[in-house]
Structure formats: structure tokens, C-alpha cells
């Protein structure tokens, strides 16, 4: 017989949003996870058609209970159990970001003189007033 609900946070560790289950359980404490609108604990009861709203710094991911699985499951079973809502906007958000805060210097370069040091933290101040 299917379960009818479970708790969230064994629902987020089994559809691998995060690597274990106190980390599940550490997020919704910090007010990561949140049902419409509102944080919720990790002994909240959830049903299937619930959509979560779940902070992974820096990513926003909402998702649509699907099922609940038995236990935890493989990677290409999750969108057997959860729906993706996540705008595709977010996403290019979070590449945006990437990309932006990425440093490159040439392996063997060793490290910048003091005047490219000056240099480089002037570029990253004009980016963080963006």
C-alpha cells in the first residue's frame, strides 16, 4: 500500500536534494525549505501535488511532489518522484554567477605582483556594485 504522506525531510534526502538526511533536517531549522511561502519543520507532513521551495545557496529550486519512494533512490529515477518548477531563468541566474565570480590564472604562474593583486580586487569591487 502507497503512503499517503511522509515527512519532508526524509522526502527531500530520498529524491537526493541533499546528501543525507540531517542535512535535510539542518536546512528546514535555517528556514531553507518553505511550503507556500513559509518555512516549515522537518517533521511537517507532506502529501503528493505539495510544490517546495528549497534554498541551495544560490540556486531557488521548487519541485512538485510526485510519489514517495520506499527508500532513498537512484539519480534517474528522481523525476519519477519529483517535478522540476524551476524557471529557467533561475538557472541561467545561477551560470550567470558562476561564471562572474570564476578566477583563471595559468597553472606555474605563481603568484600576482602586488600591482596586478591592486588590479584584480579593483575588478572584483566593480562587480559587486553591479
Not at 48 to 71: A, H, W
Request: proline share 4%.
Amino acid at each position: 500500500m502507497p503512503t499517503e504522506s511522509l515527512r519532508i525531510d526524509k522526502w527531500l534526502w530520498e529524491v537526493r536534494l541533499f546528501k543525507s538526511r540531517s542535512l535535510a533536517t539542518d536546512a528546514c531549522k535555517a528556514g531553507k525549505v518553505k511550503m507556500d511561502g513559509s518555512n516549515v519543520k522537518a517533521s511537517k507532513e507532506i502529501k503528493e501535488g505539495d510544490i517546495i521551495t528549497v534554498s541551495l545557496n544560490p540556486l531557488f529550486k521548487t519541485v512538485r511532489v510526485k510519489q514517495f519512494p520506499k527508500s532513498r533512490v537512484n539519480a534517474k529515477l528522481v523525476p519519477d518522484f519529483m517535478e522540476d518548477l524551476t524557471l529557467q531563468t533561475e538557472y541561467d541566474r545561477v551560470q550567470m554567477i558562476s561564471d562572474t565570480n570564476s578566477e583563471y590564472r595559468d597553472r606555474g604562474a605563481g603568484r600576482p605582483t602586488k600591482k596586478l593583486r591592486r588590479v584584480i580586487d579593483q575588478l572584483k569591487n566593480s562587480k559587486e556594485s553591479w
